[in-house]
T-cell receptor
Framework: DSGVTQTPKHLITATGQRVTLRCSPR?????VYWYQQSLDQGLQFLIQ???????AKGNILERFSAQQFPDLHSELNLSSLELGDSALYFC?????????????FGPGTRLTVL | AQSVAQPEDQVNVAEGNPLTVKCTYS??????LFWYVQYPNRGLQFLLK??????LVKGSYGFEAEFNKSQTSFHLKKPSALVSDSALYFC?????????????FGKGTSLLVTP
């Protein structure tokens, strides 16, 4: 158990809908990262937050957004969902934002768009 | 951009034999390299990382990795494989450009250890 929690574990929804994925980092970690894992794209970095502020963006679609709250938990919002958004979404956390910091991953949320 | 390549989709090894999962990297500047393992329906678990120093890095569950600068490789090794080591293994490099410090992952290597 990494100490990173994600809810829900599974999410099934329809095209065009909006969902929110939640992540609680390890105690004391200030950085939160979101990744998407799909069969065709592999593991891709979406976005990073550090202590409430957005720090870096990867291959995140405009339909997706995220935020980190004062208690450091983070939410990833996915809207106007398409079939291709079906994937495993991981959250990871690290103590800071140093280049040598280890990222610890949560168990993931499996999103299925029908 | 920093990147890693895992040239093998699958590695098969018999229990008790040594295993190697290959990874090569391409970076500008200092490489910061990581190995993670993913068991079915689970998240990624951190195994080990290379930051600087000794070229042989020891990690969790008896795994180690050898950093080779001249060959730009960071292969994951274990002297004696267990059936329970069967999983998906990812090599990753730390980005340090406008992507912040995210991890850039290889496509993964499936390890199958047979009894």
């Amino acid at each position: 158990d990494s100490g990173v929690t994600q809810t829900p574990k599974h999410l099934i929804t329809a095209t065009g809908q909006r969902v929110t994925l939640r992540c609680s980092p390890r105690s004391g970690d200030l950085s939160v990262y979101w990744y998407q894992q799909s069969l065709d794209q592999g593991l891709q970095f979406l976005i990073q937050y550090y202590n409430g502020e957005e720090r870096a963006k990867g291959n995140i679609l405009e339909r997706f957004s995220a935020q980190q709250f004062p208690d450091l938990h983070s939410e990833l919002n996915l809207s106007s969902l398409e079939l291709g958004d079906s994937a495993l979404y991981f959250c990871a956390s690290s103590p800071g934002q140093g280049v040598t910091d280890t990222q610890y991953f949560g168990p993931g949320t499996r999103l299925t768009v029908l | 951009a920093q990147s890693v390549a895992q040239p093998e989709d699958q590695v098969n090894v018999a229990e008790g034999n040594p295993l190697t999962v290959k990874c090569t990297y391409s970076v500008s500047g200092n490489p910061y390299l990581f190995w993670y393992v993913q068991y079915p329906n689970r998240g990624l678990q951190f195994l080990l990382k290379y930051i600087t120093g000794d070229n042989l890095v020891k990690g969790s569950y008896g795994f180690e990795a050898e950093f080779n600068k001249s060959q730009t490789s960071f292969h994951l090794k274990k002297p004696s494989a267990l059936v329970s080591d069967s999983a998906l293994y990812f090599c990753a490099v730390r980005e340090n450009s406008n992507s912040g410090y995210a991890l850039n992952f290889g496509k993964g290597t499936s390890l199958l250890v047979t009894p």
